[in-house]
């Protein structure tokens, strides 16, 4: 892959060998295409420092089980993306994107804004509560 990010920000959409949890599951370690990637930056552990989570979005329409945000037309433009999309919010993969071989590109495509990253947040906050969230560590 490219270059590693030097400081990711909450709410770029990057360039991702994401690993969906089905992949994970069958032992598989790297994403099979790269794909657009909504990055939310959170603060856990005790040292205080920014984590990075990572939830994919696709062109392709959620099936009835899965837990997704539809992208408004206008934070698709911003995030240079195609509409119909959705960003997926019932797994995410957690990596450092400092280090990571799995970013394509250094540059981001675009960013979501803060009103929309609320969104998202929202809507994992919900999934992680009903315990339909799953991680995928990519380290």
Request: net charge positive; hydrophobic share 40%; aromatic share 8%.
């Amino acid at each position: 892959m490219m270059d590693a990010m030097s400081d990711p920000e909450h709410g770029q959409v990057i360039l991702y060998s994401y690993l969906w949890a089905r992949e994970h599951d069958r032992g598989e370690e790297s994403g099979r295409k790269v794909r657009p990637t909504c990055v939310m930056l959170i603060v856990a552990g005790k040292d205080g420092r920014q984590k990075p989570l990572l939830f994919p979005i696709t062109s392709r329409p959620p099936g009835p089980s899965t837990r997704f945000v539809e992208i408004p037309e206008t934070e698709a433009r911003r995030a240079k993306l195609y509409t119909p999309a959705w960003v997926i919010v019932d797994e995410f993969n957690t990596d450092d994107l400092k280090t990571s071989w799995a970013v394509e590109d250094a540059e981001p495509l675009g960013q979501f804004s803060r009103k929309f990253m609320s969104r998202i947040a929202a809507e994992t906050a919900a999934a992680i509560r009903a315990g339909a969230v799953r991680r995928v560590p990519r380290r």
